[in-house]
């Protein structure tokens, strides 16, 4: 990739890190084409996400909603993707409960598990579908073209010669206020929603900083852990209340479905409170400013 350094001008940060995500994303997306892989799917949909992330950040560096259209395209490959996760996800969950959070439900969990199988290979079989409809080949094209033309002139909303530094500081902070209203909701236990709502500012901050991580010293790997090691564990939350919500949806009433849900409930108590300690530990209402220190 071509040198990024902190004083380099924004426009042409821009083309080229935004050039670079497209290319791994591109590329992702070919390897899935040919095998539709766990693992590749997996990378597939991070690289979606990360780009759509650095579609938003760059935005105004380029003509009026040009990348905004570009953006739209890569969410739908981020949903066709996350449909076939969460099922693949939940029959992981589901299989390897161990004998005695079984012994209530196991003629429920298995009959479940059955469905959750079908609508897999259903599911993936769509997959391949949906990703080859969309056409990989002509978006890529579009977006090297919007990235070949910046607005240099007469832009409105920002100045495209600034230091990468000084855009990077006011775009780490952006998200750094959405962490910090959320973390205050999100210590409230029984807030799912809050806590849903971190782990997606949280995933940002990290794409975010990943995208801009050229412009960063020799320090970044260690926050980089601390801000994937809080997404995980949100993402473990997260998980959870989805397979509550199943276990109410998809489990007949009564002593099999409440078992399941005492589970469910006692395994979420554990990782909340390894979220606490992991807050303890590494706080992530500061990342922002250990961010900016960063520059």
């Known amino acids: 990739m071509f040198p990024i350094f902190s004083t380099t001008p924004l426009w042409i940060a821009a083309r080229h890190l935004l050039g670079a995500h497209g290319e791994d ?7 899935v084409n040919k ?17 759509r992330e650095g579609l938003a950040l760059f935005e105004p560096c380029f003509p009026d ?34 004998p005695e959070e079984l012994l209530q439900a196991e003629l429920e969990v298995r009959d479940l598990l059955t469905h959750l199988e079908k609508e897999g290979k ?3 079989k769509k997959l391949k579908g949906d990703l080859h409809a969309l056409k990989p080949g002509p978006l890529g094209s579009v977006l090297k073209a919007i990235l070949d033309k910046p607005q240099l002139f007469g832009n409105t909303q920002l100045d495209p010669f600034q230091d990468s530094s000084l855009f990077a500081e006011v775009a780490i902070t952006v998200r750094e206020q959405t962490l910090s209203k959320l973390l205050t909701q999100a210590l409230d236990e029984t807030n799912t929603s809050a806590q849903h709502q971190l782990r997606i ?30 997404q995980e ?3 473990k939350l997260h998980d959870l209340d989805i397979f509550a919500e199943m276990v109410l949806d998809r489990i007949p009433e009564g002593a099999g ?4 849900l005492q589970t469910i ?16 530990s590494c706080p992530i209402d500061t990342i922002g400013v250990k961010a900016r220190s960063y520059l």
């Open 257 to 260: 479905q409440q078992s399941l």
């Open 65 to 98: 909603k040009e990348l905004s259209r570009i953006g739209k395209q890569v969410k739908q490959v981020t949903g066709i993707l996350g449909s076939l996760r969460n099922t693949d996800e939940s029959v992981l969950f589901f299989s390897v409960l161990e």
């Open 233 to 235: 564990v949100l993402g």
């Open 122 to 124: 259903a599911a993936r």
């Open 265 to 280: 409930a006692a395994r979420r108590r554990r990782i909340y409170a390894s979220f606490l300690e992991l807050l303890g």
């Open 35 to 51: 095998g539709f892989g766990v693992e590749e799917i997996h990378d597939l949909r991070v690289a979606s996400r990360r780009l």
């Open 201 to 230: 500012a949280v995933k940002r901050m990290r794409y975010r900083l990943e995208i801009l991580q050229p412009l960063f010293n020799s320090d970044f790997p260690e926050l980089h852990r601390v801000l994937k090691g809080c």
């Open 25 to 31: 994303f591109f590329r992702r997306w070919a390897k």
